[in-house]
């Protein structure tokens, strides 16, 4: 099928189509998801966690993300390949657009970081140099030692008001997309509604643009405490690429994130 681009998740957005994402990490998952019609594939920085055991995303490397940026960008066909950059890699605009352009040379077509307002120059700088931005608000797994654990955010008046500021300066500085990570449901259909671009939901409920899970996760193979916002999609699948199927459909039909996902 056809390459999915920024253009087709406006579309898409605009057509109340959910999209779907879902982390990847080697040629044979992005191979098989893209033949799913799973839309955008993120190299996520998880993969700390995931496929190397680290207890938190922070001892992820550039390298490390862009070996395995390169790895699913010759797996896919179609889908889009948005990569994160990892902690410390985004300090400055200038750090982050050398580090940016080493994951887009491995294959990504999009980057993704970690952070609202204070990230507005940062977006500016990469958009305006030819990087599509992705960022990522909410419950944002680099900070947690700054938000003192991996905790729902949004829930006070006053951080609910920060998050949609958060939003619409990302929105403002040139993000394609967001990433909106655990936040009562209210709040992600309300931030929805507000943005333009297309929002991306992890325990966001079900009124985002779209949503993203950990494949780990989703297919019961992560050996750590399983979110309230995962469901495990080999219950009752006879194969992964029936998982992956049911994960698709799940999300386009609205029936994922059910109430026992939200928040
Ligand atoms: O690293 C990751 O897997 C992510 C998703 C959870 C959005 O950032
Ligand atoms: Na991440």
Request: hydrophobic share 45%.
């Amino acid at each position: 099928s056809k390459a999915v681009t920024v253009t087709t998740l406006s579309a898409q957005r605009a057509a109340g189509e959910k999209i779907t994402m879902l982390t990847c990490y080697d040629a044979s998952f992005a191979s098989l998801m893209d033949r799913c019609g799973v839309e955008v594939l993120l190299i996520g920085d998880s993969l700390g966690m995931v496929c190397n055991g680290h207890h938190s995303t922070l001892p992820v490397t550039l390298q490390e993300v862009a070996y395995h940026t390169a790895a699913v960008a010759r797996g896919a066909k179609s889908a889009l390949i948005v990569a994160d950059m990892p902690f410390g890699s985004y300090g400055t605009p200038e750090q982050a657009f050398n580090n940016a352009v080493q994951l887009m040379q491995a294959g990504a077509h999009m980057v993704k970081i970690e952070g609202g307002a204070w990230l507005g120059d940062t977006i500016r700088f990469l958009t305006e140099r030819a990087i599509p931005v992705c960022a990522h608000i909410g419950l944002t797994p680099q900070s947690v030692h700054q938000l003192g654990g991996y905790k729902v955010q949004g829930k006070t008046t006053e951080s609910a008001e920060q998050l949609k500021a958060d939003a619409l300066a990302v929105q403002a500085a040139g993000a394609s997309l967001v990433v909106i990570e655990a936040i009562p449901t209210a709040l992600g259909k309300e931030v929805t509604e507000t943005l333009h671009i297309p929002t991306i939901g992890i325990g966001a409920g079900p009124d985002c643009s779209g949503q993203v899970l950990v494949m780990h996760d989703m297919l019961g193979v992560f050996p750590g405490r399983k979110a309230r916002f995962v469901r495990n999609f080999m219950d009752g699948a006879t194969s992964i690429d029936a998982a992956i199927s049911a994960y698709v459909s799940a999300v386009k039909d609205g029936s994922f994130p059910a109430l026992e996902h939200c928040f």
